[in-house]
């Protein structure tokens, strides 16, 4: 009489398993430092917003200084605002994106700086923060 087969043996599902738990154990940080990044991108972005009338405030009056939320048609800082980030702010025409919010424990609390550099009636948008880790960092702010 021949023998059928009637499922999986309890070593073969074990194995199963094992491979599975090692799998996640490889994916699951992978997957949450790419949803920090993705947050602080979100700052990136609304900072980034800000940019044009800061440049052009900068072309009408010649100066950073005095080039702040709340003047010159530059939006309130609570009023520019997402889902991780708390508020975005200038001051002297350096804009600063507070990570909050819904934001990772990682990033939660940390700035993102974008700072202009002045040339002869241009800016350069310098992204950098102090307080994020480097490997959160959009690219174009990693030194």
């Keep these: 009489m ?3 087969q009637q499922g999986f043996t309890l070593i073969e599902l074990m194995i199963v398993v094992a491979i599975i738990g090692i799998l996640a154990a490889v994916a699951l940080p992978a997957y ?3 949803v920090t990044r993705s947050q602080v991108s979100e700052a990136m972005s609304l900072g980034s917003g800000l940019k044009i009338q800061v440049a052009d405030v900068y072309a009408d009056s010649g100066t950073l ?3 702040n939320s709340n ?3 530059i939006p309130v800082a609570t009023d520019v605002s997402g889902k991780y980030t708390t ?3 200038v001051a ?3 804009i600063t994106a507070t990570l909050g919010n819904d934001a990772s424990t990682k ?3 940390s700035t993102l700086l974008l700072s202009p550099i002045t040339h002869i009636g241009s800016i350069e948008w310098v992204c950098k923060s102090t307080t994020i ?3 959160f960092l959009p690219r174009a702010c990693r030194t």
């Design 133 to 135: 880790a480097s490997n």
């Design 107 to 109: 990033v939660t609390g």
């Design 65 to 67: 200084t005095g080039i």
């Design 87 to 89: 508020q975005v702010a």
């Design 92 to 94: 002297d025409g350096l």
């Design 32 to 34: 949450q430092d790419y």
């Design 71 to 73: 003047s010159d048609g």
């Design 2 to 4: 021949k023998k059928v």
